[in-house]
C-alpha cells in the first residue's frame, strides 16, 4: 500500500544514525544519503521493497513531529519487538506508553507492541502480528 514514508529531522546525520541502529534490527541497509534540488539531505533506508526516508525540511524551517502520527515497523517476533526498543532507547530514543510486550488488538488479535520517539520526537510502533 505504501511507497514510502518520510519524516523530518533537524539533525540528519544523528537521525541517520539513530535509524541506522534501530532499523538494523529487522535487517534494512545502511541509508543511501542524497541532497535534494533544495540541498536538503535525506537518508533512505531500504527493506523488503519499502522505503523509510529522513530529510532536512526543504521549506529551510525546523522540522516538527506531527501530533496523532505513528510510523510503524513490521517486526519478526516479539523478541525482535523488544530488540526494537533497547536499541532505540540505547541510542537515545524514549520509550513512551506501556512497556514493550503483548497487547490485545481488538479486531486485529494480539499483538506485540513497543513505542518510542525518536531523536526528533517522532512517535514509532514495533509491532509483531502473531499468524493466526
Do not use: W
Not at 534501530?22 to 542524497?34: F, K, S
Not at 526516508?53 to 523488544?82: H, K, R, W
Not at 513505542?115 to 514509532?124: C, M, Q, S, T, W
Request: aromatic share 6%; net charge negative.
Amino acid at each position: 500500500m505504501f511507497s514510502h514514508i518520510m519524516i523530518g529531522t533537524n539533525d540528519i546525520e544523528k537521525s541517520a544514525a539513530f535509524y541506522a541502529k534501530v532499523l538494523g534490527v529487522i535487517g534494512a541497509r545502511e541509508p543511501i544519503m542524497n541532497q535534494a534540488k533544495s540541498g536538503a539531505m535525506r537518508a533512505m533506508f531500504m527493506h523488503d521493497g519499502s522505503v523509510f526516508m529522513l530529510s532536512e525540511p526543504i521549506d529551510g524551517e525546523a522540522a516538527t513531529c506531527a501530533n496523532g502520527m505513528t510510523v510503524g515497523f513490521t517486526c519478526n517476533s516479539p523478541e525482535q519487538v523488544q530488540e526494537m526498543h533497547d536499541a532505540a532507547v540505547e541510542a537515545g530514543g524514549t520509550s513512551i506508553e506501556d512497556p514493550p510486550g503483548l497487547r490485545e488488538g481488538g479486531a486485529l488479535g494480539p499483538l506485540h507492541l513497543a513505542y518510542f520517539r525518536d531523536l526528533d520526537g517522532h512517535k514509532i510502533c514495533a509491532i509483531h502480528r502473531p499468524k493466526a
